[in-house]
């Protein structure tokens, strides 16, 4: 940050290695308040020993930094360059130390968390909201693919968090329960099925049902073989190796009828029809969770954690 010292020794002033904070400091100081003694008695210190560490600097620079007079100080032109950049530099030093601290709090830094899932609507979208809220230092990134994408991913440390429905991605993983989701129809305008408020899983077994090899399809397609045991109720399955928004082009065009979770209606699509679908018992649901390496040590993570317990309080698990 400084020069190291060049000449003869100026008696009575001891020889710094080089200029430091505390150097640049006390001129900043000086020059504020244009005095030394209101100087040293903001700073707490003798106004003997900040005038000693002026002169210290002004020997290492080579050049006067103050104009000393009986009504105080004030900057020599010299003075008002070095000063510039020592204001500068003491600015960069002071974020350098908060960024750490609130890197060490949790409340800067980054994370990336991963999801097979829609953030048009519901509980992720609220919390990715509210954390942003909460820490807008911190850099959010947000990963959407395949599951097995994603659980390579956490296992090689690319991703902090995994949000999914479903089980567990991973052996050796902590894991936290979250929300749960209703599942919706997905209906082609003027569809029969379109003027009833809620449908049941068995009014389904004429239909075809359009489904994406893409996650959540897997848990979708699993939800509704669970619901209707009997074969002959069952409707006809069309599994597609495409986005979840391709399913919903393919049925506003009538080639069938498909199924979202709720978090999946936030995005508005022309000619799609939603509905309720039920079983004996009421609403259809899929639950969500959360996963992390046990030995991410992310302190970031702590602070997303934490917001998830107090948004969907649980006991964490191992998993």
């Not at 003798?46 to 009986?70: D, F, K, N, P």
């Not at 949790?106 to 991963?114: D, H, P, W």
């Not at 939800?223 to 002959?232: D, T």
Request: glycine share 8%; aromatic share 6%; with cysteine.
């Amino acid at each position: 940050m400084g020069r190291y010292a060049t000449g003869s020794h100026r008696p009575g002033i001891a020889r710094p290695v080089a200029i430091d904070l505390q150097h640049l400091r006390f001129l900043v100081a000086a020059c504020d308040s244009g005095s030394l003694r209101q100087a040293g008695d903001a700073l707490r210190v003798q106004h003997s020993v900040l005038s000693r560490s002026i002169a210290q600097m002004e020997y290492l620079i080579g050049a006067a930094l103050l104009e000393r007079s009986s009504g105080g100080v004030k900057a020599t032109p010299v003075g008002k360059s070095v000063l510039r950049i020592a204001r500068t530099i003491l600015e960069q030093v002071d974020a350098l130390v908060a960024t750490g601290k609130a890197s060490g709090r949790g409340e800067a830094g980054r994370i990336s968390i991963g999801f097979c899932t829609s953030i048009s609507a519901g509980n992720l979208r609220a919390t990715l909201l509210e954390f942003r809220r909460r820490y807008p230092r911190i850099e959010l990134a947000t990963v959407e693919r395949r599951r097995t994408h994603l659980m390579n991913a956490l296992r090689n440390g690319t991703l902090d968090l995994l949000v999914i429905p479903g089980g567990a991605p991973s052996a050796g993983n902590k894991s936290l329960k979250l929300w749960s989701e209703r599942i919706l129809v997905s209906l082609p305008e003027h569809h029969a099925l379109a003027e009833r408020d809620v449908i049941y899983w068995t009014d389904l077994r004429n239909e075809t049902v359009l489904l994406s090899r893409h996650d959540p399809g897997r848990e979708l397609e699993d939800l509704m073989l669970s619901r209707l045991v009997s074969l002959e109720d069952r409707p006809l399955i069309d599994r597609h190796d495409v986005s979840r928004g391709i399913i919903k082009s393919l049925i506003s065009m009538k080639f069938g009828i498909g199924l979202v979770m709720e978090s999946d209606v936030g995005a508005s699509f022309a000619g799609l029809i939603y509905r309720e679908v039920r079983d004996g018992t009421g609403p259809s649901r899929i639950d969500f969770s959360a996963h992390w390496r046990a030995d991410n040590e992310n302190p970031v993570l702590g602070s997303f954690l934490k917001l998830f317990s107090e948004r969907y309080p649980s006991p964490p698990t191992d998993t």
